[in-house]
């Protein structure tokens, strides 16, 4: 079965189901995970209002410090369930480029993550980091639904 887990997280409420569902499988296989956390990177023009009112030294420091929270409560999680968990945290404006950087560099032969349900003409103009990741990955993807 499955050895060693990328784990992409946004850190949102809704990417909480699938983080714990991910380290469930983990649990259950006897995989190791790795965590991965992708900042954006800053934008002098955007619609982030937390970038609109930072300024570029401020917002990256302030966003990794988050990135790390939200890695910190992966171990935690990971290490409450008796799951070895490693953790990366890096910038880019294309996460799926770096989940797949990720995945290839670490060993991993499945990439467990959420995906925020966004279907139809919205979902196809849009993007999904998700969507990006099952069309290019060439290790296997579970993708958990957003309720």
Known sequence: MFKHILVPTDGSPASRPALLSAIAL?????????????????????????????TRATYLEESMQNGKKILDFVSTQAREAGVECGTFLTRSDSPHE??????????????????????????????????????????????????
């Open 26 to 54: 983990a649990r259950s296989c006897g995989a190791r995970i790795t965590a991965l956390h992708v900042v954006p990177d800053f934008h002098v023009i955007t619609q982030n209002t937390d970038m609109l009112e930072a």
């Open 98 to 147: 770096k989940i797949l950087d990720a995945a290839q560099a670490n060993g991993c032969d499945l990439i467990a993550m959420g995906t925020h349900s966004k279907f139809g003409l919205k979902g196809v103009l849009l993007g999904s980091e998700t969507h990006k990741v099952l069309v290019h990955s060439p290790v296997p993807v579970l993708v958990f639904r957003a309720a």
